[in-house]
């Protein structure tokens, strides 16, 4: 059996999309739907795997005690293990306004744990990553958490074994940046790269020099999404891989489903094009669907074989 994935999330919203035909501001707009999912990168990604047929997923990180029902719904329609700590509080709510094919996002502050809630965090984290070949840890900080609690997760963990993936931005992801341990595999957007370095990438040569940089931190996957453009996939073997323009219902956890391809790719023990093609066709798959969800098997499958491949560089022999 493989080996259990882990998502923590510490920060995780109900997403609430609303659609309209425009959004003009300062104006009335009307919605055409309303729907709720619940929502945080672990949580999507988590959501995702479950779609894909992974077994043995597991979530963990904070939940607001008033309104966990949507996310326990969530666990138990896709069989996902709910390790996630109750505190006081509701879990916060994201609007996500989506119109003229664009989604324009308004998040709002998280609940803020106690310091002894992220003591018994940190102690679940450690029981959790003794099962887990894969774990993951995604998304902003709430409200109060130190900017290093990934970094020194990072460093508490790794001795378990588990490949760890950081996918965050900002202050979290330069302090993890800065630790002595680093994670397996980021996977930053070139907006989250450009932010980190203090300088525009323009062009796939900088990007790709950026991210060897950090491969040289003993990084061994940097993936890098590119929206429109595509993704850059930089480890022993560089590529990029790009699928053509796809109507998106829902831009919303897309690069959440990229991470899950990912995920699933490597606990299949996948070659790199293979990962490159499988984490492309979970995110453009999931533009087709509303909420943390991915489209039939035959569609994903489907969407790798179409993927556009370039290998940029070969692995030194």
Not at 8 to 22: C, G, S
Request: contains cysteine.
């Amino acid at each position: 059996m493989l080996g259990k994935i882990v998502t923590v999330t510490l920060n995780p919203a109900i997403d609430e999309t609303i659609t309209l035909d425009a959004l003009v501001p300062g104006q009335v707009n009307r919605a055409n739907t309303v729907t709720h999912h619940a929502g945080g990168k672990g949580i999507n990604v988590a959501s995702c795997l479950a779609d894909w047929g992974n077994p043995n997923l597991a979530i963990t990180g904070f939940l607001g005690a008033e309104n966990a029902s949507i996310f326990e719904a969530l666990c138990a329609e896709k069989t996902i293990a709910d390790a996630m700590l109750r505190i006081p509080g509701a879990t916060r709510t994201n609007i996500k306004l989506v119109h003229d094919g664009d989604t324009t996002d308004i998040n709002v502050p998280g609940l803020a744990p106690e310091p002894e809630d992220l003591q018994t965090l940190a102690a679940a984290l450690q029981d959790l990553a003794r099962e887990a070949a894969i774990l993951l840890l995604a998304g902003s900080l709430p409200p109060g958490v130190p900017e290093n609690f990934y970094a020194n997760t990072i460093a508490d963990l790794k001795p378990s074994g588990a490949r760890i993936i950081l996918d965050t931005s900002g202050a979290p992801l330069a302090a993890a940046l800065r630790g002595d341990v680093m994670p397996y595999c980021i996977k930053p957007n070139r907006a989250e790269l450009e932010e980190y370095f203090g300088a525009s990438l323009p062009t796939q040569p900088d990007i790709i020099a950026a991210a060897k940089t950090l491969r040289a931190q003993n990084i061994a996957l940097v993936v890098v999404s590119m929206g429109a453009e595509g993704a850059l996939f930089i480890g022993d073997t560089i590529l990029h891989a790009k699928l053509p323009a796809i109507r998106a219902a829902s831009t919303v956890g897309a690069g959440d489903a990229m991470v899950a391809g990912l995920i699933a790719a490597l606990a299949g023990n996948a070659d790199a094009e293979t990962t490159a093609r499988l984490a492309t066709a979970f995110a453009a798959g999931k533009l087709s669907c509303p909420g943390p969800n991915l489209p039939p098997h035959e569609t994903i499958n489907e969407l790798a074989a179409s993927v556009e491949i370039t290998i940029l560089e070969e692995p030194k022999k």
